[in-house]
């Protein structure tokens, strides 16, 4: 978690999915509080993975419009 940490601490506008193996509730709370934006756990469904990046790329646009 040490990259998504850097990430986030970069810019807010940074969007972050986690994928991992490790579907325990201790992992999810974690990848949650230090940031992550979606948490998807192996294995995924390329139709999960499809609407969880279009999402974060929606929810993007919409903050820029609001930020300009």
Not at 33 to 59: C, F, M
Request: aromatic share 8%; hydrophobic share 40%.
């Amino acid at each position: 978690f040490k990259l998504l940490k850097e990430l986030k601490n970069r810019s807010f506008l940074t969007q972050v999915v986690i994928v991992s193996a490790q579907p325990t509730t201790n992992a999810i709370s974690s990848a949650f509080s230090l940031g992550a934006d979606e948490y998807l756990t192996k294995p995924i469904d390329p139709r999960e993975l499809q609407h969880a990046v279009r999402y974060l790329k929606d929810r993007i646009n919409r903050l820029r419009c609001y930020l300009s």
